[in-house]
């Protein structure tokens, strides 16, 4: 049998074609990977007869499964979000991403561990446990798609869906050594995907490289009547094949990277801009004057959507309900008992932020650095056609290291909230490994590239060249899977 | 001496539309179905679901601006009104706060604030107790109604009494109805009208304190309950009190008002722009289909005074299409018709004789506006008397037959030989000779009974105007 474990998406799928091995093998081989979870990636996992439940179609990755992140409703499948407040919910719905998948013949793995409602960097804000790093099991994956981060890195997957708020695919791929890529909003359908912060939300692949992102992109990108805010990408996406980065520039905002990044992630940061520059392609500087504001207007606007959005976990139709004593006490023990933490203290920040006589001073001064971001980077794109940055200050930190202060949790996501608040895609390919300041293991480093909006065709054909030229070698990571 | 004092009214009013579906996802809208059968994830609110907005709830909502003379908005945006209810499922209420579809408008004398669209709540419903949530056993939540599109119309305090938010609401009721955008039923909920009240020393320029009376199912209650109001305003002012901001509820069965809720308790909704939903842009056409309006009932109203008919006929024929129609069908059949008559004939007589037998509805009347006219055109011409009108109209409303066969076979042809009157005018009198002495001293009210003789022998063949004359001739008057 061809060896299924060294094989991308995109090369298993040739396999099936070709007939070198069958639907039924590769299926096999992956649930038999995935049942060997040895880093708490998967919530839950399907046999045989679910994870084909809802395939009704076929396309060029057919047979290929995917691990899917506990945010997407599945229809009879377990869908938490990795909240207490949702167990034993059981969706009557399946989310358009996934049905999309399902419609290219691809089956389910499993349902990835995450943290609570995409709340968080570490997926220590799991109800069920934190996830683990493939590359060493006392550090965090990232979050909030550690789950599908860790699933893929470490060998129990062969890619997955993750959806990303402020950077939640893009720096646990960093911290896990794969691609992830999260495409401009409205890219793909967000029905079925549980809501964090419904105008920043994107669905978008976790892969071992950026080809695999692209014929993922492919498959889910599009309008959906469902949602509204969809728009797909005009032209569609296709497999990058650029090898030269000849007339592009792209341009690193100096002033956002100088703030508390561990010199191993900007000496890799730094080698990446050399290897832009033998494939041919220009480094200038750039000013994002706004973007330093970013994690301050991120955590009042995401915060006051989420707790609007989180409202309806009320105890009355679904999910777990803890006490009807009387309406109030429903609601109240309900919503104590069913959140974690980090939920609630997002649910009472934007509950005040948007208390009448406080909404202008927070919400509505937050909405002005967002249209400031956009300008910025709308202003960036009129001189370059990409920014760089490191996707993450650090390398993956030590579980525990950062849950009691969570501002300095916050600051992991430094990088990569811009291009959330700006709407724009944007993408992290490793780009090596480093020691963490103060000593360590040699663990994954992400190079984030953005992109102006709908331009994913654009920057995967650059992440493709950069990705040949870096030549990441994650196999230490594919041995860290299993139990 | 004491104070006047002025009422201030201004009324908010929940019209629901008659569309197909439910203002933001594909279930069926219906009345008196089985619970929670016209459900699906998105109007339950599960996780993940967005709301995709009902077109045609918009031109509906679009019509209804037109309608109420306003300015129709070239961008309308949707935002979240957080509150925490089983009826309402996602803890937020999709609505128009900051961007309303429609503002700046007027019907009749009322200015109309702006218009907006939202989504309707759940029906729940407490079992046990009073059907209050207070003292009941269990809350039963039924979501057919709950996503159900309404358009909540906000006018300017410019009603001053319960009667006139009574004609005004049933103005703008019969506007709506004639849209043909909503069934704007109280009694089924599909018309609800909040009124704010408060009052002010005549003269005075500045609002007083304004409590809200919430949802009351007939204009006759609403007015009830505004009067009601007012008295309780004006006897806490005059006992040196102060009026407080609250919520009411008006209990037609006993005349009370009830607090609903104090200031205090009033809602912060934290409202939030609704990231799920786009801005919506009316298209040219859009705009242009929703300003075709058909003549409604205002205008329809002040067309009928100026050409003569009666107020309160020319309001009755306005706020029901089919009547207009049918009022319309008898002048053009008979074009010497006057338009007062014809209006009186049809509000009137025709009416009362339609809910005489069986409540006829006018659809199913076997009178066709022909017919009608043929009838008054015999009584106008004299041919036959008012009364004798009114024999043949019994006969033609029963079977639909023709008003001038009724007239020949049951003989009611009108007396025309003045000859043959006189005759029967004298032996009245003598046959009479206690009013016809009254008359001669002066109590010309005696008059009548010597008139309802005569008819009485002729079977109200006479013209009375005829009966008149010689009555008073041979009277010597």
Redesign the interface.
Known sequence: MADLMAATGAQTAALISSGEASADEVLDFWLERASGDGLNGYLWTADRESARAGVDGSGPLAGVPVAIKD???TEGVP?T?ASRI?EG?L???T?TAVARLNAGGMPMLGKTNMDEFAMGSSNENSAYGASLNPWDRGRVPGGSSGGSAAVVAGGLAPWALGTDTGGSIRQPAGFCGIVGLKPTYGAIS??????F???LDQCGPLTRDVTDAALLLATLQGRD?????SVGIEGGISAPGAERLDGLTFGVPRGLIGQGIEAGVLARFEETLIKIAELGGTIVDIELPHAGHAISAYYVLAP??A??NL????G???GVRASDED?LSM?EVTREEGFGPEVKRRIMLG?YA???GY?DAY?GRAQRVRTRIVEDFRNAFGQVDFVVTPTSPTVAFELGEKTADPWTMYQSDLFTVPMSLAGVPAISIPAGLAQPDGGGPDLPVGFQIAAPAFAEQKLLEASFALESAIGFDGSAGLEGGLR | MSTEYDAVIGLEIHVQLSTKTKMFCGCELSFGDEPNVHTCPICLAHPGVLPVPNQTAFEYALKIGAALDCELSPVSTFDRKNYFYPDNPKAYQITQAATPFAIDGRLGQVRIHHAHLEEDAAKTIHTGGAGRIKGSDASLVDFNRGGTPLVEIVTEPDLRSGSEVREWGQLLRATIKQLGVSDVNMEEGSLRCDANISIRPVGSETLGTKTELKNMNSFRFIERGIEAEIARQKEVIASGGAVEQETLHFDPSTGELHSLRSKEEAHDYRYLPEPDLVPVVPTQAMLEEALKLPELPAARAARYEGIGVGEQAALLLSFEVDWAEYFEGVLAADDSIEPRVAANWVTGEFAAELRKQDDQPLAESKVDPASLAKLIGLVASKKISHGAGKTVLEAIVADGSDPEAVVAEQGLEQISDSGELEQIVIQAIEDNPKPAEQVRSGNEKAIGALVGAVMKATQGRADGGEVNRLLRQHLGL
């Open positions: 945010i997407f409703c869908t979000a949702l919910y969706p009557p719905y989310a967000r029905f079925g995907m549980i809501a912060a419904s105008s009547q469902m949602d509204s805010t006051a959507e707790s609007t409202s309806r976990y009320d009355v139709r679904y309406l609601y509950t948007l208390s009448s909404y919400y």
